[in-house]
C-alpha cells in the first residue's frame, strides 16, 4: 500500500488532522441539531460564494432570502433528521468547513442521498474540500448507503473538477438554473478517490 493512500486512511478516521497548508491543525466534529445555523450559512456560502461567481456585495442575498426565496432550506431545516450526517471542520475553535448528506425522493433514478460541501473562502485550495468530501463518502459507505448526488452549478469549476475527480458522473443534465445532478458509488475509505 502506497504512503499517500495510508495517509488518507489515517486523515478519513481521525477526529484532528493536520493539512500541509494548514498552520493549525484542523478539528472534525459530527454535525449536530445545533449546527444548524452554521449548516444554513455554508448553504448560502456554498451557492452563492462559490469559487469563480462575482456577485456584487449589495446584490448577495442574506442568509434568510436564500432560505426562503431560492429554496435553500431543504438542505438544512430540520437538521437532524434520519438520514442526515455531517462533519464540520473548526480550526482554533472558529467553524470554517462543512460536508453533510441529507436523504431526498427526488425520483426514479435519482440517489436518495445528496452531499453538500462549503468552504470559507479563505480556506477553500488547501485539500479540505478533498478530505471532507472522501470522510463523507465513507461514512456513508459505512452506513449501508451506495450512491450518493450532487448537484453542481455549471459555473463552479473548482467543485466540478472536485467530483469528477471522485468518480461522479451527469445523471440528469443541467437544469434552468444551471445545476447538473451527478451520482457516484460510495466506497469505504481505502478506496476513496
Not at 493512500?5 to 478516521?13: A, E, G, I, T
Not at 430540520?78 to 470554517?96: C, F, L, M, P, Y
Amino acid at each position: 500500500m502506497d504512503k499517500v493512500l495510508l495517509l488518507w486512511q489515517y486523515l478519513l478516521m481521525t477526529d484532528v488532522v493536520n493539512l500541509p497548508d494548514f498552520e493549525f491543525p484542523i478539528e472534525l466534529r459530527d454535525a449536530m441539531r445545533d449546527d444548524v445555523e452554521f449548516l444554513r450559512t455554508m448553504a448560502h456560502t456554498a451557492v452563492f460564494r462559490m469559487v469563480g461567481q462575482d456577485i456584487p456585495e449589495a446584490e448577495m442575498p442574506s442568509v434568510e432570502e436564500a432560505m426562503t426565496v431560492h429554496g435553500l432550506s431543504e438542505y438544512v431545516e430540520g437538521w437532524g433528521r434520519e438520514g442526515d450526517h455531517g462533519t464540520i471542520a473548526s480550526v482554533n475553535g472558529e467553524d470554517i468547513a462543512a460536508v453533510w448528506r441529507r436523504k431526498y425522493d427526488r425520483g426514479e433514478g435519482v440517489p436518495e442521498y445528496e452531499r453538500s460541501i462549503a468552504i470559507k473562502g479563505e480556506y477553500r485550495g488547501r485539500s479540505l474540500g478533498t478530505l471532507l468530501a472522501k470522510r463523507e463518502m465513507s461514512i456513508a459507505y459505512d452506513d449501508g448507503i451506495k450512491v450518493m448526488s450532487v448537484q453542481i452549478h455549471r459555473d463552479n469549476k473548482v467543485s466540478c473538477k472536485l467530483v469528477e475527480k471522485q468518480g461522479f458522473k451527469p445523471i440528469r443534465e443541467e437544469d434552468e438554473h444551471g445545476y447538473t445532478l451527478m451520482a457516484a458509488p460510495t466506497e469505504p475509505f481505502a478506496t476513496a478517490k
